[in-house]
């Protein structure tokens, strides 16, 4: 099995900064590109932000753009979400996904995290 796992979640006031990181674990071959996505209350689930595999590509939602920056770490299979300037908008649920090849099927499947809140206060 896989497992990705949110941490950096929490209450901040607005124009603050916070620092989301998600951790993949398990039987991991490899793990191809990862991404950030929030879930406002009685929103739809949005594609933040995402990076290649090697790191060498982000792309960002026109929400975000110029405030967050993603990042990975591929020695510790971790991506993080640093998000800086933050918004009432931006408060939502938080989560990572990874596209992974696990070694038991060999095949890449998408994966996701419980999430982590983010709340902005204004």
């Known amino acids: 099995q896989v497992q990705l796992v949110e941490s950096g979640g929490g209450l901040v006031q607005a124009g603050g900064s916070l620092r989301l990181s998600c951790v993949a674990s398990?039987?991991?071959?490899?793990?191809?590109?990862m991404a950030w996505e929030r879930q406002a209350p009685g929103k739809e689930r949005e594609l933040i932000a995402r990076i290649s595999t090697d790191g060498s590509s982000t792309n960002y939602a026109d929400s975000v753009k110029g405030r967050f920056t993603i990042a990975r770490d591929n020695a510790k299979n971790t991506v993080y979400l640093q998000m800086n300037t933050l918004k009432p908008e931006d408060t939502a649920v938080y989560y990572c996904?990874?596209?992974?090849?696990?070694?038991?099927?060999?095949?890449?499947?998408?994966?996701w995290g419980q999430g982590t809140q983010v709340t902005v206060s204004s």
């Open positions: 398990g039987s991991i071959f490899s793990i191809n590109h």
């Open positions: 996904n990874a596209e992974v090849i696990s070694r038991l099927t060999m095949v890449p499947e998408g994966y």
